[in-house]
């Protein structure tokens, strides 16, 4: 089991750095890309897959960007890591082990990793990040430097 894919953690950075910052205006994914240190080319496709699962909200115009589409407490990381799979099977060869004892295996371990993630929601993490003053880190690194 491969764990967590690098798609999957940059969207649930991308979701908590939402519901930290998307108070009272949307944030804008370029506001992300600096804040997380990503091109923005690999950060917008994620974010516009979180928008079509329900999990953020896109805002059009001049002061637009993304918000939570849903309360913090209502959205799971697992369905985070959902709506950025990939919906490729990775399970190996088509060979009849793997199809028969390998390929389910990797399934079950797979459901039971994501019936864990459910378990945690964006308010546990976003209660994490602010005991531990993220959003306070994040402005002191910022360089105003010409």
């Avoid at 804040?35 to 329900?54: F, I, N, S």
């Avoid at 890591?81 to 990939?86: F, I, T």
């Avoid at 976003?126 to 531990?132: D, F, G, L, N, V």
Wanted: net charge positive; aromatic share 4%; hydrophobic share 40%.
């Amino acid at each position: 089991m491969k764990g967590f894919s690098r798609k999957a953690v940059l969207a649930i950075e991308a979701v908590i750095d939402v519901a930290l910052h998307a108070q009272p205006d949307p944030v804008q994914a370029r506001e992300i890309t600096k804040r997380q240190g990503v091109p923005q080319r690999h950060l917008e496709p994620v974010m516009q897959q979180l928008a079509r699962a329900g999990i953020l909200r896109g805002v059009r115009g001049p002061k637009g960007g993304y918000t939570l589409a849903r309360e913090r407490r209502r959205i799971a990381v697992g369905d985070i890591v959902r709506a950025v799979a990939s919906d490729e099977e990775c399970y190996g060869s088509t060979s009849p082990l793997n199809e028969a004892v390998v390929a389910p295996f990797c399934a079950a371990q797979e459901e039971a990793f994501l019936k864990t993630l459910d378990d945690t929601t964006i308010e546990d993490l976003w209660r994490e990040a602010r005991a531990k003053r993220v959003t306070q880190q994040i402005e002191d690194r910022r360089d105003f430097t010409i």
